[in-house]
Each structure stands twice: as structure tokens, then as C-alpha cells.
């Protein structure tokens, strides 16, 4: 399967546990994309990285989320301290770089996500 | 700020056909439209960008006014797979050329028999 996978789909914690998730991107794709979606809503952007460098962090993402792409393939999600509002799907997201041969592409192709439960 | 979509939900029979609206109060550069069921990601569905390049669907069309800042997804025939949440993504252009989504208020459209 050569989509974009994220692991782990769910996962449950306890108010005040840190907890990370990773992104495995499309080979291909050097850039990646985090956003949250709460139920009945939209996916709201969190932060993007191109190649490993996070280029842009939304508002949304207060202190206690840290994003990585080491080496730019995989990236990782962390959230420490969870309370109760981090409940959430949260979506990876990669895509092709402009001028790759085929010309400029836009799409950004979705992971599963990882829906994570704070109790 | 997250564009309005219309209507909120919409029920079809098979073969009907629909469309949905989405409005921005920002420019657009470009609209990505998806469809998702529930539990699964958003899967892509079409993309117009200003300028009118459109790329996407061949069972699904869609127009673009950039100068109203809206966008209209058109379904015709509708099948039962058509079944989920629609939602558009207005494109706003990042720090080394990537692209933020910003999702719309989604609509949920069923398609029966």
C-alpha cells in the first residue's frame, strides 16, 4: 500500500499522559501536514513541514504539542499533559512538491488518522 | 476564517442529482473538495485553482467564481457510494510554497435507494 498510514489508529489516555503519534508520508511527498478534526467538524490545520523543516505552527498548537520530521520522511505528533480537549481524529497529510515532472500538484492525500480518547 | 458550505445536509434517491455550495469572505486562490465517511479519512475529490485550471473527478464537476469567492460541487446520477460528508478547503499559500486548508462547515449528504 503505498498511501499514507499513521499509527497508532486509536489510542485511549488518561488525563495527563503524554502520547505520540507518527505519520509515515507517501514516499515521494517532501511535504507533510498535520491538522485536528473534532466530531462534526472540518479538519483544522495544525502545523506543515517541508522536507524536516516546520515551516508553519497554527495558533492551535499551544506548547504542550511538538511536532518532528527528523529526517524528512516520517513525522510524530506529541502531545504531553492531555486533558480532555485534545480529544480528537488527528490527520496526517502529504503531498508533492511543485515542478515534479508531471508539473505543479496540488492535492494533499490523507492518512486514516489516529483518533485519540483523553478520559 | 472557515468557509460557510450549503446546504447543511441533503437526503438523495439513486440517480438524483445535487450541488453544494461553498462560501468564502476571504480571496480565493484555490478549492479542494473532498468526501468523507464516517471513520475514514478525507479522500480528494476535485481542485480548482484560480485561473481556472480544474482537476479531479470525471463523475463529479465543479466551478469556481473568484469573484463572488465561491465554489459549487456538482453531483449528477447519484450512486449510493456518493454517500458522506462533503467538505471544501480553500487553499492559502505557506512560508516555501505549501498549502493550508482551511475546511468548510461540511454537508452530509445520504444517497437511498
Known amino acids: 500500500d503505498t498511501g499514507v498510514s499513521q499509527n497508532p489508529r486509536h489510542k485511549i489516555t488518561k488525563r495527563g499522559q503524554n502520547v505520540t503519534f507518527r505519520c509515515d508520508p507517501i514516499?515521494?511527498?517532501?511535504?507533510l501536514y498535520w491538522y485536528r478534526q473534532t466530531l462534526g467538524q472540518g479538519p483544522e490545520f495544525l502545523t506543515y513541514?517541508?522536507?524536516?523543516?516546520?515551516?508553519?505552527k497554527s495558533r492551535l498548537l499551544s506548547d504542550r504539542f511538538s511536532a518532528e520530521r527528523p529526517k524528512g520522511s516520517f513525522s510524530t505528533l506529541e502531545i504531553q499533559r492531555t486533558e480532555q480537549g485534545d480529544s480528537a481524529m488527528y490527520l496526517c497529510?502529504?503531498?508533492?512538491?511543485?515542478?515534479?515532472?508531471?508539473?505543479?500538484?496540488?492535492?494533499?492525500?490523507f492518512g486514516p488518522g489516529t483518533r485519540l480518547t483523553v478520559l | 476564517q472557515q468557509p460557510v458550505q450549503s446546504p447543511q445536509a441533503v437526503i438523495l434517491r439513486e440517480g438524483e442529482d445535487a450541488v453544494i455550495n461553498c462560501s468564502s469572505s476571504?480571496?480565493?486562490?484555490?478549492v479542494h473538495w473532498y468526501r468523507q465517511k464516517h471513520g475514514e479519512a478525507p479522500v480528494f475529490l476535485m481542485i480548482?485553482?484560480?485561473?481556472?485550471e480544474q482537476k479531479g473527478h470525471d463523475k463529479i464537476s465543479a466551478s469556481f467564481n473568484e469573484k463572488k469567492q465561491q465554489s459549487s460541487l456538482y453531483l449528477t446520477a447519484s450512486q449510493l457510494s456518493y454517500s458522506g460528508t462533503y467538505f471544501c478547503?480553500?487553499?492559502?499559500?505557506?512560508?516555501?510554497?505549501?498549502?493550508?486548508?482551511?475546511f468548510g462547515t461540511g454537508t452530509q449528504l445520504k444517497v437511498e435507494l
Open positions: 497529510a502529504s503531498r508533492w512538491d511543485r515542478g515534479v515532472a508531471g508539473g505543479p500538484r496540488y492535492e494533499q492525500f
Open positions: 514516499s515521494e511527498h517532501n511535504r
Open positions: 513541514f517541508q522536507n524536516e523543516a516546520q515551516l508553519e
Open positions: 476571504k480571496a480565493l486562490y484555490s
Open positions: 480548482l485553482l484560480k485561473g481556472g
Open positions: 478547503g480553500t487553499g492559502h499559500i505557506l512560508t516555501g510554497g505549501g498549502n493550508k486548508l482551511t
